[in-house]
Every structure is written in structure tokens, then in C-alpha cells.
């Protein structure tokens, strides 16, 4: 449907098959309806704050009117511009509110402009593109957010940075979020109202100039709507525009060729960021509009192209060996580099014998900070006087240079974990890097302390050419002559400094806002590893995702304790992980590759923790960063890492499941992973499945507190309701029965995560599951099948480390006769209708196993 636009009074009005704009010329507000002509957006309004204090609002306006433009079309598709513009009644400001309209697209994106039309410069504090906060000027244009239902059974999810606990949180009267203006940064974020389904979701698609925020609060001071209900009577989405210079109208009119009162109109425009709006789509399909959005408007492909064609493929799994230091850095490790040899050994040992084949990288060093002394030629040969002791920077190089071939020599990978935009409050001095830090207004050191550590440092002005010069001269001795793989990017102290609190620092080049200080940072990374000879990939960690998006080739989900010296993954920790994972999952297959981030399944944690975080890491489809200590585990939590390598080059899909309205339902509780010839990588096996059949891996997380009931219907998981199917726990080793329609799980333990197998049953023997490997047949089966003219089971499979179960489903009428088994010993138990073959005392890495049956009847 083309949009359509009419003026009728003073009301502006654009309509679309998805929604309709009206806007009021009398009011300066405008309001958003759904297709069905509910009012949700109701007197809405544009804001400007003044460095000064003073405020502007298009409801405050001495003349308004709109204009159209003619159809164009950009990297988003087609559409229509609508540009709302008012004149201040006390200022010689003009606010220009620039819609765009995209052809039967069921989303609206718009920007905010302001124009100086004074001889005088002007700052800009604050821009709030939409705004529906009550206005006692304006009383009786009061406005309001409307998703029909009270506003005391809505759901809010901000989405804010992976450093906090990005949560739903439910609304009440009273209360006030980000009332000060001061609190988080906001991207995107969401108004869900469970019972009606009705969502409306927002997020900037730009990040150019400025940090983004928002504030909600909820007082029951709206007008009801037409059932009665109440809306959310403080909302607005800004911008904090770091008192950003609007040019005066003479600054810019010069050679413009315009005199008199003509000039106004070429004022210098100073523009807003762009922000996607959309209640047309349940929250789920709205979020992947807006990330696909966003990957078009990444510079991903541009700005760092990696060297391959394996933009879309998992990266590989890394073995943290700085675990127990992993937030202090190398100047405190402990592990000295025989010992560092010795696990390279353990890692290659592993991988040669079959097991642990996604372990790609290994983590030889975490820096907190930029080295601290000053000469960084790392080919330069250690000191040899002995009267010089060695710093912890001229070990760490030592170490480098000795093992990174060795772990190249052996097919491994390494990579280092760096914060390069900081630097140890402890070596400032040694680096004599004072006037190449942020300070405050007065000149003074200002310095943080991260979250975590409690580790202090100060933070690089990357506005200066010395700084820059400085990070490109270290990030390229670590990429080309030590021969670094990967960089784990940690920006953390710029997130919690400058981006979060532009105020509290300053730099050198003032004309950079600090989201532009911050890119240069990035742009500086991506420049130099894309003029290294050697090809490297960086993880972006605590990274903005749509402010980072195009720079990193992976972002890293961080969500991990320190306890003591001892990583601790905690279940609450597991449980923030899994939610971030399924809410960003869309932009994140959007802008690149994800990694899940550290685990860690040794024997501190229970056995039911282990199970819940290796689920979690099954069905997510992402590399991950092991931090245990692989070389000194237990055979049984070692084997668990075996079953889940290799992972599975795409995610598990969560299942909605709608009779949840309760908060912790936000939790994905199911997941579900189609397993066919495409799930995993059989390179390392030289061929890819033999068979067409196809089955369903399902993630299964119960976070209550308490043993719960979880069910769900097979027509959610894409399977035909009409058939039966088979059902087999992973890792219980037990059969579940045969399922029709809908399958329910009794008495799931509270916090605990189960793995289930789903396969069509057939009229033959069959395999139903194995214990090898996660996917149960997928990874671990290289070829199975039924001869019929012999009336025998065919299976070769990889070899178990130290035993592993194949069970078979076996129809009533089918009696097992006769076994061999080339490659391993074996055992069998038959309790109908189940036939379990353990493997054991593997001689080599396949095993090849027939099973001739009789049919005892005919039916």
C-alpha cells in the first residue's frame, strides 16, 4: 500500500496500512495510531534544553508547518519524508522533526534537526526526540504511551549495556526510572503488555555524535482512553548533546547567495541521531526489523573485513590459561612459561587423540592496560644486565616470543586478552603519560576503578596523534611480531568513563563528542590490524553493540565473578547470560559473530550448575572461552567438554511460549535446535552426514526456585502434531517415552537445565540417542542405517574418551541376534524398548558397530 497524506484543519495526517501520523498544527504534538486507529503515541512532543538551562518545545512555537518531499530511496529501502518544522516563540531556534516513511514497512524512523537562526552561537545540553512528559504550559495537551490494559500490567526491558543486568521489569505508579537523567546510557528498548500482546519497541539505528537515553516514569496522570485505562505519562527518548555548538545563521550564510529573511532557511541544521519506531509487530519480530536495520547500517564488511570468507561461521573456542587472573592482568600471574608450555602440550595431546577439536585459541595473557614503559620495540633483545631486574612487561614479551610459534607449530591459535585505552593508575609515572590522560574541567587526574577488579586506572586521550601513535605502534608488535591471532578488546573503562559521564572528563581535541572519541579509538584498532601483514580478529568485550557494531568481528558476553582467586560462574550469572544471549541474538547474527564467553564446568561447581551452563553453551551456537584449568580436571568433567565439541555453527531458536505472562517466563525456558546435514562442521571427519534424517535438539531451563512444570506443543518446535515421536533425556541417559501433540516435563529441578532429543519414531530399529555429543547422532554419528535384505543396524561413531552409550529404540517385533564392534569393547543391555551399546577401551578413534535382528512377527 503507497502512503497516503491529507490535511484536514490543523491536523497533518500520513497513513499507511501499519499505522497513521497525526499531527497537530495547533498543538505542536503529534500522535501515533495503530491500523486499527488506537491511539498508543498521544500528544507527543520535541524538546530542546540550552547549555543555559532554557528549554524549547515545539508546543512553545510562534508559526508550524510541515512540507513533503518526493519518494527517494536509501540503504533501507524506499520511502517519504515528512519534516515537521516549528520557530520558537522566545528564541531564534527552529526544531525541525524529520519522519521517515518506508513503503509497507510496518516501522517509522525519524530524527530531530535544530537550526540557529541568531546572529549568536547557541549549545546544545539536551535533545528529546520524543517526549510525552507533562508540560504546565501544555496541561491540556497532556500526553502519554498507551498500550491498552493498565499501565500496572506492563513489561519494560531497556536495553542499556552488558555491564548492567539488562532485566523486564514490571511497572507500578510511582515509579521512576532515570528521573536525573544521569543513570545509564539506552539504545533500545521495549513496552510489552502481556495479555493484549501489544508491544511497542524503539532503538537508535545511528550512533554518530551522541549517547542515548531514556527516562520512563508513571504517576496515573494521564487521560484515560476510550476503555478507561491510563497510560505512562512520563516518557521521553534524548539525547545528552554534550553542549554541542549550533552555528549562528551568519556563520554559515556567507556565499549562500540569499539575503534578507531568506537566509533562515540555510541556517546550519545540527541533527539527531535517527530512531526506529514500531508497534506493529509482536516484540520478538519488531526486534529483528530493528537489528536488520542495523546490520545494513553497520559498516561491517567495510571497515574491518577479515582476510576470509568465514564472516557467518563461529569463531573458534579458546582456552582462558590466565583464568585465575583473569581481572588482574599478567603483572600478577603466577604461570611461568614452562608451565604454560606444558598445558600448550596437554591442548595439542588432546586434539591429536580427537577430543577438544574446537579448541582453536589459546588465552596466553590478560592486560588490564597499554604496557608502561615507554619503549616498545619488541624486537629488541631482552635486558642481559644483571643488575636490571625484568619487568613484568619484558617476561610477558619473553614468553611471547618463545611460545606463540610453538602453539602455531601445533596448529593452535593465540590470543591475549587488552584494554588498550587505559592505563594502570601504578604506571602512569613510569610512562610519564600524564598529559596524555582524560582529566576533569580543572585539569586534574581523574582515574576509575573498574567493576570486578577494583583495579585503578586512567584513561587515554585518544584525541591525541602521541596516543594514537603510541596504541598503533604496541597492537602492531603484538600482531606481527609476536604473532597474536586474536584481541579480545576489553572497552570497558571508556564505557563507564566518558561515554557514560561526558561531563566528568575532558581531552585535547574538544570539537569530538565522546561517542566520537570513542570510535576514533576503534577506527584507530581496525586501521591498524587491517595494516598488519599478519591477520588477526578482534572480540569486542563490555563493547555497545550499535555503537561498536562494524568494528569488532565478535562481541563477548562477559558475565563472570571473582570469588576469592577462583573464577566462579554462578547459576544467577548463567541465567543474566542466557537472557542477554536470546535478546540480542537478532542483532547479533545481524552485525557478526557472538561468542558466549567464559564458562567454566570443573569440579567447584556442582554437577546440576555444570549441566545447566554446558545446555546453555550447546544450544547457543557460539564460540566459547573456557576458564578451567582443562590439564588438571577430572575425566568426568573433562568428558563433558568432549560432548560439546564441535558446537553447532548456528543457535538454537527460542520457543515462545505464550501462556507465560510471569517475569521470570522471560527466561527462555525452551529451546529448540534442528539438527540436519548443515549443523555442524565435518571437516575434522572428512564427510558430512550420511543421512537425511533430521531431528530436534531442545534446550530445556527451568529458573524458578522451585520444581516446576514445563510443557510445550511439538507444533512449536516445527514438528507434525499428528505423529508420535521419541523422547531422550541427555543427561539423565533416559528414555522419556513416545509423544503425540504436546510434551510435558514433570517435576523439572529448580535452576537446572535439561538436553532433550526429539526423532519420529519409526517401524525399524533406530537410533535414538547417543551420550558421545550433545547433538545426539549429529557431530558424533558419522554414518547410520538400516539394511533391510540383512535386517541389521549400521554405525560408525567417533570414539569415546573413556566410555560412551549408543541407545537404540527397538519396535516390539524386532529381537537383536547378533553383535560386532570394530574399534572398541563393548557391553549391551536390552530393557525393551530400549538397547544400550557401551563402548570402552577405544582402540582408535572410530567405531564401526552392526546389530543383526529377527522379527519375531509380522505386525
Excluded at 192 to 201: A, E, G, N, V
Excluded at 333 to 345: F, G, L, M, Q
Excluded at 741 to 768: A, E, F, H, W, Y
Aim: charged share 20%; glycine share 6%; with cysteine.
Amino acid at each position: 500500500m503507497s502512503l497516503m497524506f491529507e490535511r484536514r484543519g490543523n491536523l497533518a495526517i500520513v497513513q499507511s496500512a501499519h499505522y497513521q501520523i497525526n499531527f497537530d498544527l495547533s498543538t505542536g504534538t503529534w500522535h501515533y495510531h495503530d491500523r486499527d486507529g488506537y491511539g498508543v503515541i498521544r500528544n507527543a512532543y520535541t524538546k530542546i534544553i540550552l547549555n543555559n538551562g532554557t528549554f524549547l518545545t515545539t508546543v512553545d512555537a510562534k508559526y508550524r508547518k510541515f512540507t513533503t518531499r518526493q519518494p527517494s530511496d536509501d540503504i533501507l529501502g524506499r520511502y517519504q519524508q515528512i519534516t515537521f518544522s516549528h520557530e520558537s516563540r522566545s528564541r531564534k531556534l527552529k526544531i525541525n522533526l524529520h519522519l521517515k516513511c518506508y513503503f509497507d514497512q510496518p516501522y517509522l524512523v525519524f530524527s530531530v534537526g535544530v537550526q540557529n537562526l541568531s546572529p549568536k552561537q547557541i549549545r546544545l545540553s539536551q535533545i528529546d526526540l520524543i517526549n510525552t512528559s507533562p508540560l504546565t504550559q501544555a496541561s491540556e495537551t497532556s500526553g502519554g504511551l498507551y498500550l491498552s490494559g493498565k499501565p500496572e500490567s506492563y513489561q519494560l526491558f531497556l536495553d542499556t549495556h552488558p555491564l548492567y543486568k539488562n532485566e523486564i521489569s514490571s511497572l507500578y505508579k510511582g515509579v521512576e526510572v532515570n528521573q536525573n537523567h544521569d543513570s545509564f546510557p539506552c539504545y533500545h528498548g521495549e513496552f510489552y503488555h502481556p495479555q493484549s500482546k501489544k508491544s511497542l519497541s524503539f532503538g537508535f539505528l545511528t550512533s554518530q555524535k551522541w549517547w542515548s537515553s531514556v527516562q520512563v516514569g508513571y504517576k496515573g496522570q494521564t487521560t484515560p482512553d476510550e476503555n478507561g485505562n491510563l497510560g505512562i505519562d512520563d516518557w521521553s527518548i534524548y539525547h545528552n548533546c554534550e553542549n554541542a555548538i549550533c552555528p549562528s545563521n551568519n556563520s554559515v550564510s556567507n556565499h549562500s547567495g540569499y539575503r534578507g529573511r531568506r537566509k533562515n532557511s540555510r541556517a546550519t541544521e545540527v541533527c539527531s541521531e535517527s530512531i526506529y519506531l514500531n508497534f506493529s509487530q509482536d516484540p520478538a519480530s519488531s526486534f529483528e526489523n530493528y537489528a536488520h536495520l542495523i546490520g545494513k547500517l553497520s559498516t561491517l564488511g567495510h571497515s574491518f573485513e577479515s582476510k576470509t570468507s568465514s564472516a557467518k561461521i563461529p569463531l573458534g573456542s579458546s582456552w582462558n590459561l590466565q583464568s585465575e587472573t583473569s581481572h588482574q592482568g599478567f603483572q600478577k600471574t603466577s604461570i611461568i612459561e614452562k608451565d604454560i608450555k606444558r598445558k600448550i602440550d596437554f591442548i595439542s595431546s588432546q586434539k591429536q587423540a580427537g577430543y577438544l577439536n574446537d579448541v582453536e585459541y589459546v588465552q596466553l595473557a590478560s592486560l588490564p592496560s597499554l604496557f608502561a614503559n615507554d619503549d616498545m620495540s619488541f624486537d629488541k633483545e631482552p635486558k642481559n644486565n644483571k643488575d636490571v631486574k625484568l619487568t613484568a612487561n619484558d617476561q610477558l614479551l619473553a614468553m611471547l616470543k618463545n611460545t606463540v610459534p610453538e602453539l602455531h607449530e601445533k596448529g593452535l591459535k593465540a590470543s591475549l586478552r587488552l584494554s588498550p585505552f587505559c592505563l594502570l593508575a601504578s604506571d602512569k609515572s613510569t610512562n610519564k603519560a600524564d598529559d596524555l590522560l582524560l582529566t576533569d574541567e580543572r585539569q586534574r587526574e581523574t582515574t576509575l576503578f573498574l567493576p570486578g577488579s577494583g583495579l585503578e586506572v586512567g584513561l587515554l586521550d585518544l584525541s591525541q596523534p602521541t596516543v594514537g601513535e603510541k596504541i598503533r605502534q604496541q597492537i602492531q608488535s603484538l600482531v606481527d611480531d609476536c604473532r597474536i591471532d586474536c584481541l579480545y578488546i576489553d572497552v570497558l573503562p571508556y564505557v563507564q568513563g566518558p561515554l557514560k559521564s561526558p561531563e566528568n572528563f575532558t581531552w585535547n581535541n574538544k570539537s569530538l563528542t565522546s561517542i566520537e572519541l570513542y570510535k576514533k579509538g576503534l577506527e584507530l584498532l581496525v586501521s591498524t590490524v587491517r595494516s598488519c601483514k599478519h591477520e588477526v580478529k578482534l572480540i569486542g568485550e563490555h563493547s555497545p553493540f550499535v555503537l561498536s557494531s562494524g568494528f569488532f568481528s565478535g562481541h563477548q558476553f562477559v558475565s563472570q565473578e571473582t570469588i576469592g582467586d577462583q573464577l566462579w560462574i554462578s547459576r544467577r550469572d548463567i541465567k543474566q547470560t542466557m537472557f542477554n544471549f536470546a535478546k540480542y541474538l537478532p542483532l547479533n547474527q545481524s552485525i557478526g559473530n557472538t561468542e558466549l564467553g567464559a564458562i567454566t564446568i570443573d569440579e567447584a561447581n556442582p554437577t546440576n550448575g555444570v549441566h545447566l551452563t554446558a545446555t546453555l553453551a550447546a544450544i547457543a551456537g557460539g564460540s566459547i572461552m573456557i576458564n578451567d584449568e582443562l590439564d588438571q580436571m577430572k575425566p568426568d568433567r573433562l568428558e563433558i567438554l568432549d560432548k560439546l565439541f564441535p558446537l553447532s555453527l548456528g543457535p538454537a531458536k527460542v520457543i515462545n511460549l505464550n501462556d507465560k505472562t510471569d517475569m521470570v517466563s522471560n527466561y527462555p525456558q525452551v529451546w529448540n535446535l534442528p539438527v540436519d546435514k548443515t549443523s555442524f562442521d565435518k571437516k575434522t571427519h572428512g564427510k558430512k552426514l550420511a543421512t537425511d534424517e533430521t531431528w530436534n535438539i531442545l534446550g530445556i531451563f527451568n529458573w524458578q526456585e522451585y520444581t516446576d512444570q514445563i510443557t510445550f506443543g511439538l507444533a512449536d518446535i516445527g514438528l507434525d502434531k499428528s505423529k508420535n515421536y521419541l523422547v531422550h533425556d541427555f543427561w539423565n541417559c533416559q528414555f522419556l517415552g513416545t509423544v503425540q501433540n504436546r510434551l510435558t516435563l514433570m517435576d523439572v529441578p529448580p535452576q537446572s537445565g535439561r538436553l532433550l532429543c526429539i526423532r519420529l519414531k519409526q517401524d525399524i530399529p533406530q537410533l535414538l540417542a547417543t551420550d558421545l555429543h550433545f547433538s545426539q547422532g549429529g557431530a558424533d554419528v558419522l554414518s547410520v542405517g538400516w539394511d533391510e535384505d540383512q535386517q541389521t543396524f549400521l554405525l560408525v561413531c567417533r570414539a569415546p574418551r573413556e566410555k560412551g552409550d549408543i541407545f537404540l529404540h527397538l519396535p516390539d517385533d524386532y529381537l537383536p541376534t547378533e553383535t560386532a564392534c570394530v574399534g572398541a569393547k563393548y557391553t549391551y543391555k536390552w530393557q525393551k524398548p530400549i538397547h544400550k551399546i557401551t563402548f570402552s577401551q577405544a582402540q582408535q578413534k572410530v567405531i564401526q558397530l552392526s546389530i543383526r535382528f529377527s522379527k519375531t512377527s509380522s505386525g
